[in-house]
């Protein structure tokens, strides 16, 4: 059994129903002062779309500084290639000796030979990682930071391929 206030209330809603939809719909058709997020003219033209975009000048004291960090990971990254390829075969030796053997000894030492000769990377990547941080929320007319961009990502990659290789040569994975 219904009672009267909710039957009345039904009636009501049903009623006001389509009038709110109405106003509802009305509102979305109304100039409310808000952008419209129809294609303006100039995003669809070929003149756009061929200016050709604004170039920043180039700082050439970050641009010798980023050079400077390039080689600096370039010859940190060839210094690391040739201990890896020395600790190698101590490292095959020591994952097949028992822990604390002096095989195994030696192979531990290898592996922080191998660490330790990070260094220089990780070095230039803690520099570029700052000059990034740095130049990009620096007050003052833009730079171009293409280059700085560019060296970061390469001494990032060369770092993280290093660190693949000492986890590698850590689990005993060495063609020695």
Request: net charge neutral; aromatic share 2%.
């Given at each position: ?17 389509p ?10 058709a ?65 994952a097949r ?16 030979a ?50 693949a ?12």
């Amino acid at each position: 059994m219904t009672t009267e206030p909710t039957r009345f209330a039904r009636h009501a809603a049903a009623r006001l129903a389509p009038l709110l939809a109405a106003l509802g719909l009305a509102g979305c058709a109304a100039g409310n002062g808000y952008p419209s997020l129809a294609p303006r003219a100039v995003e669809g033209s070929a003149a756009a779309a061929a200016a050709p975009p604004q170039s920043a000048p180039t700082d050439p004291a970050l641009d010798a500084r980023v050079a400077s960090l390039a080689a600096q990971a370039a010859a940190g990254h060839a210094a690391f290639e040739k201990t890896a390829a020395q600790a190698c075969a101590g490292i095959a030796r020591g994952a097949r000796a028992a822990a604390g053997s002096e095989p195994w000894i030696a192979a531990q030492q290898a592996i922080s030979a191998l660490d330790a000769a990070r260094a220089p990377v990780l070095a230039a990547v803690a520099e570029l990682d700052r000059l990034v941080i740095e130049r990009g929320t620096a007050a003052g007319p833009a730079v171009d930071l293409s280059r700085l961009a560019a060296a970061q990502e390469r001494a990032s990659a060369i770092d993280m391929a290093e660190q693949a290789t000492v986890v590698t040569m850590s689990a005993g994975n060495c063609a020695g």
